[in-house]
């Protein structure tokens, strides 16, 4: 086992993952921009290094400064988190030249899973069903709109290299292709630095299902069920929960096999989650694999009962996978909601700013993981996640009752924030029947909110 982990991460995953470490006895070095000098993940840790300016691309971006770091205190390894260096496969084949070990999968599967096509064609070979769609990348606007017109509208135009919602646009007439082609491409070029553009059939209502996967060295795969991450605003995911209402026992046992497949053909290492959408005829198809830990790993951590970080350290560290696919056992219900240093009310705008008070919710069945304290300042150059709230009881509706208690606990002074939006989410009637929750429930949810309330 390692004796001493860098962090390559801030906010509440880097805490998450410092926290494991040192369940684990391992050392904890944590990397922080100028911004995050004061912030709680550089309190924890062992030692902390200053990697830059607090601009990301000079910092947390900064590959080369952060292999440095790791090679200065001594680490044996990276943990990249979420964001950031954690799907870049450049960053991944650095450090392996450095001798450090990388806590993800090789740098050849998250270039193969990065690379949106060739994921496509990979999980077609492993006999994952896919979205109808273009073969490859599409040339331009012509090529899509020929292809659109073959396979009938509407169409989806995604970012090859794309995630996070990013360089994707839905396209629903031959005349909006011109001009969604042109602004998904611009967006992918600007946040991937690659502006190819491939083409998929879009699903009306679907739901978006993800089936949390882990893999050893040694080719053992297994699965932990899966998170139904359908709540989402323009691609983002706002709220999480497992297991899915829309799923019986024998679409999820078909889903998580599915998902097993596709990561054993891969010869994946590590954890991952493969996501599917699931239509309206209960038919699915392979969207995307992320290659590294997800924001809603705690809801699935709460639903089995075991710790993925912990689990993804010892499988980088060449460990056996300690458990068999029938000793991972869902239990109960679990719901995640991130909370966002947001304000609803002005079009969910990014408020940073100080925290004069904070208080977390607390009880049996709830978990707080945030690097908020009182006189923390949250800066504006990064994500405006700021906490997450998990709640878990033995069914749905205990679950979505026991969350509404938490965040009515929850007690953030100084800035606006996004709670008071989820606990509106709770209450609605639509969500807490479940059935009819997709991946545009949130569209629907802000025309009822703001026709009986005026604007949020």
């Known amino acids: 086992m390692f004796r001493k982990i860098l962090v390559a991460n801030r906010g509440e995953i880097a805490v998450r993952v410092i926290r494991a470490c040192h369940e684990m006895g391992i050392e904890a070095v944590a990397v922080y921009s100028e911004a995050d000098r004061d912030a709680l993940h550089v309190r924890l840790a062992d030692e902390a290094v200053c990697v830059g300016p607090p601009q990301s691309r000079n910092s947390y971006l900064n590959a ?182 829309a799923l019986d026992p024998a679409t999820r046992e078909k889903l998580a096999e599915t998902a097993v497949q596709g990561t054993a053909r891969i010869g994946y290492r590590g954890l991952g989650t493969i996501e599917f959408l699931l239509a309206t005829d209960g038919g699915f198809y392979f969207m995307e694999m992320n290659t590294r830990l997800q924001v809603e790993h705690p809801v699935t951590e709460m639903v089995t009962s075991r710790d993925l970080v912990r689990l993804q350290i010892e499988l980088a560290a060449g460990e056996t996978m300690p458990w068999s696919q029938d000793e991972i056992v869902l239990s109960g219900h679990a719901i995640e909601c991130r909370i966002n240093a947001e304000d609803p009310k002005r079009g969910f705008r990014p408020v940073p700013g100080p925290i004069r008070f904070f208080h977390p919710p607390g009880g049996g069945g709830v978990r707080t993981d945030s690097h908020l304290y009182a006189g923390y300042s949250v800066p504006p150059y990064y994500d405006s996640l700021i906490a997450k709230i998990i709640a878990w009881d033995w069914d749905r509706p205990s679950c979505i009752r026991r969350m509404s208690r938490a965040l009515e606990e929850l007690v953030i002074e100084g800035i606006p924030t996004t709670a008071t939006f989820h606990s509106d989410v709770l209450a609605d009637e639509e969500f807490r029947e479940g059935l009819e929750v997709d991946t545009g429930f949130l569209e629907r949810f802000l025309e009822r909110q703001t026709g009986a309330n005026g604007p949020l």
Request: hydrophobic fraction near 40%; proline fraction near 5%.
């Open 64 to 245: 080369s400064s952060i292999i440095s770091a790791a090679l200065v205190t001594g680490a044996e390894a990276i943990h990249p988190g979420y964001g950031f260096l954690a799907e870049n496969d450049s960053f991944a084949e650095a450090c392996e030249q450095s001798n450090l070990v990388f806590i993800g999968p090789t740098p050849e599967t998250i270039r193969l899973m990065g690379d949106k096509a060739r994921a496509r064609q990979a999980m077609m070979e492993a006999g994952v069903p896919v979205v109808p769609g273009s073969d490859g990348v599409v040339g331009d606007a012509a090529g899509a709109g020929a292809l659109a017109e073959r396979m009938g509208y509407p169409v989806i135009l995604k970012a090859k290299a794309g995630g996070g919602g990013k360089g994707m646009r839905v396209v629903t007439a031959p005349e909006e292709v011109g001009a969604a082609f042109a602004m998904a491409q611009a967006e992918a070029e600007s946040a991937f630095g690659n502006g190819e553009i491939y083409l998929e059939k879009f699903l009306r209502r679907p739901r978006h299902i993800e089936i949390q996967v882990a893999a050893d060295v040694y080719g053992n795969v297994r699965h932990f069920f899966e998170r139904d991450c359908s709540i989402q605003r323009r691609h983002q995911k706002l709220m999480e929960e497992s297991p899915s209402p």
